[in-house]
């Protein structure tokens, strides 16, 4: 006989079939609640046993890290618009079309730039003449600065791929470089809109951005859960920058409103994060409790019946005799229970004159 099939794997790819289901159920005009995130992310957490844990706690070490190196780089003295855009063109001169080929094909969107290709481009940077500080001087390197370029690209590449995606060196790189939350917001925004650029951020722009922090903020254990909270994380945090117009797109004064007001990305999924799962999982908790109290009070029940049953002479689940005995074992039972000094035993085999003489 064959068996039960596996259940699908905690995988990603569970992930993305649930959010394509999601989409597909909603432009049929199909909103019944099992199809939505709270549903559909318990059911996932049920199956593959996921329990809620810290988000930000996973990212805390990077952050202290690039705390400690933004203040001893020499990038800190570089405008950050001026950094970010010489990062841009670079990538710009140096992608060739294999490379923009290959971008495509593995859906890397953006300027993707590797380890060993930031490193190079930002001391290229440092040493570049036409590149000054902020007070309009040359740059002063020393040769242990390149050993930190390494350890600051550690430091941002929150997913641990060896590739930074645009959002990562664009964010990372605004901790480095020279400038208030203004200049950095808007050097950031520039790098961020990409196709087209016209000014403005789509859903799709934003969640590319978002991507590698939450992926960091996810444990192994958790990766089906992935796209469906990037999906609802994407949503929440575009609704609430796109609160003047309503247009359905994000402009740099949206976006600088909302980082204004005491927002940030990290601290914003990390919140979700932990307010979603955790509260899924308490209700998975209680659930699963409930569950096993109902088992545990209908087999109790079962066993009750079972006995009465059958010291009642009434055929039960498992037959005439409690416990599923037979005759024998019944009188065995009776027997055993004589032979352990019941009052018959006593008075009948040790009384004077009796018939056990």
């Known amino acids: 006989r064959r068996g039960r099939r596996a259940a699908m794997g905690n995988h990603v790819a569970l992930g993305h079939m649930v959010n394509c289901c999601q989409d597909v159920s909603e432009k049929l005009g199909c909103n019944h609640e099992s199809l939505k995130f709270d549903s559909t992310a318990k059911a996932v957490m049920n199956l593959h046993s996921i329990e809620s844990w810290n988000a930000k706690s996973l990212v805390k070490e990077n952050l202290r ?28 001169g140096e992608k060739n079309l294999f490379s923009k080929g290959l971008d495509f094909i593995m ?28 007070r309009d001087q040359p740059i002063r390197v020393k040769p242990e600065d390149k050993s930190d370029l390494y350890e600051i690209f550690d430091s941002m590449d929150f997913d641990r791929s060896g590739v930074l995606s645009t959002g990562e060196w664009a964010g990372g790189c605004s901790v480095f470089f020279k400038g208030n939350t203004e200049e950095c917001v808007k050097a950031v925004f520039d790098i961020l809109d990409t196709e087209p650029r016209d000014g403005k951020l789509s859903q799709k722009e934003l969640q590319e951005y978002l991507k590698p922090f939450l992926k960091a903020m996810m444990p192994e254990t958790a990766q089906a859960l992935q796209p469906m909270l990037l999906k609802v994380a994407t949503e929440k945090i575009f609704e609430e920058m796109d609160n003047t117009d309503k247009d359905n797109t994000i402009d740099v004064k949206e976006m600088l409103k909302w980082t204004a007001s005491g927002h940030n990305i990290i601290d914003s999924l990390a919140d979700l994060i932990d307010a979603k799962v955790y509260a899924l999982w308490m209700e998975n908790a209680k659930d699963n409790a409930r569950r096993n109290r109902n088992a545990f009070g209908a087999a109790q029940y079962g066993n009750d019946m079972n006995g009465m049953n059958g010291m009642n002479g009434m055929p039960g689940p498992n037959g005439p005799y409690p416990n599923n005995m037979g005759p024998g074992m019944a009188m065995g039972a009776m027997g055993s229970a004589a032979s352990m000094g019941s009052p018959m035993h006593n008075n009948m085999g040790n009384s004077p004159g009796g018939y056990g003489q």
Request: hydrophobic share 40%.
């Open 107 to 134: 859906m890397n969107h953006g300027w993707s730039i590797s380890r060993d290709d930031f490193v190079d481009c930002c001391w290229l940077m440092l040493h570049d003449p036409k590149v000054k500080d902020y």
């Open 65 to 92: 890290r690039q705390g400690e190196l933004a203040a001893k780089s020499p990038l800190r003295n570089i405008k950050v618009q001026v950094g970010l855009q010489y990062i841009q063109d670079w990538l710009a």
